[in-house]
């Protein structure tokens, strides 16, 4: 089955600074990439998906590049804000057929420091 | 408004109880799945459903039971609550026709066993 590994688990930035974390995954049938935000005591919300016949996704401050060759995919975010406070998961999925199951990495912990 | 809904929020229950964590959508979704959470920490997948009449463990064993006889309520049982079923459940569902991969979350049961 799919595994999904993801870097680093805690992430310090100052406001302003850029985020990134990184992901790889393992089966290469995987086309379907999201990325969720969690913040203290709320749900997972997804915050920007990409899927493997894009290379880059951007929504504002936030962009997703893939790269299917070496099988791994980042998050990266731009002048960071503390409200960007929060534990992020990756996840790799396949597209298509029956299953629908998201894998998911164990989750980063961004703090934003003022 | 279109959500996925889970009672109770909060639990606090003692060992030896019978419990059901209620998880509801009117979002019109087919699939439907629970995780296990520890606050902040990794999501893991105890059991989802295609549609009515479908379910199957996840990817992590727990002793819980699932059933799923209409479309929008998927609620999860502990036959006997015991400590180490402390933890948060989620609950989320995906839409098989449209957006099939992206899961969408409901707010969390947080469950203390005693």
């Not at chain 1, 996704?57 to 406070?85: G, Y």
Request: proline share 4%; with cysteine; charged share 20%.
């Amino acid at each position: 089955g799919e595994n999904v590994e993801q870097h680093p688990s805690t992430l310090s930035v100052q406001e302003g600074d850029s985020a990134v974390i990184k992901c790889t995954y393992s089966d290469s049938a995987s086309n379907y990439f999201p990325w969720y935000k969690q913040e203290l005591g709320k749900r997972p919300q997804l915050i920007i998906d990409i899927r493997s016949n894009v290379g880059e996704k951007k929504d504002q401050r936030i962009a997703v590049t893939l790269n299917k060759t070496a099988k791994h995919f980042s998050l990266h975010i731009t002048e960071t804000q503390p409200e960007d406070s929060a534990v992020y998961f990756c996840a790799a999925s396949l597209s298509g057929g029956s299953n629908y199951k998201l894998t998911f990495g164990k989750g980063t912990l961004l703090t934003v420091n003022p | 408004e279109a959500d996925i809904y889970q009672t109770p929020r909060y639990l606090v229950i003692g060992t030896g109880k019978k419990i059901t964590l209620e998880c509801s959508q009117t979002m019109g979704h087919d699939k439907m799945y629970w995780y296990q959470q520890d606050p902040g920490m990794e999501l893991h997948l105890i059991h989802y459903s295609y549609g009515v009449n479908s379910t199957e463990k996840g990817d992590l064993s727990s002793e819980s039971t699932v059933s799923r006889i209409r479309t929008e309520h998927f609620p999860l049982t502990l036959e006997s609550a015991r400590p180490s079923h402390t933890s948060q459940y989620l609950c989320a569902s995906s839409d098989l026709l449209t957006r099939k991969e992206t899961q969408y979350f409901g707010p969390g049961t947080r469950l203390l066993v005693l």
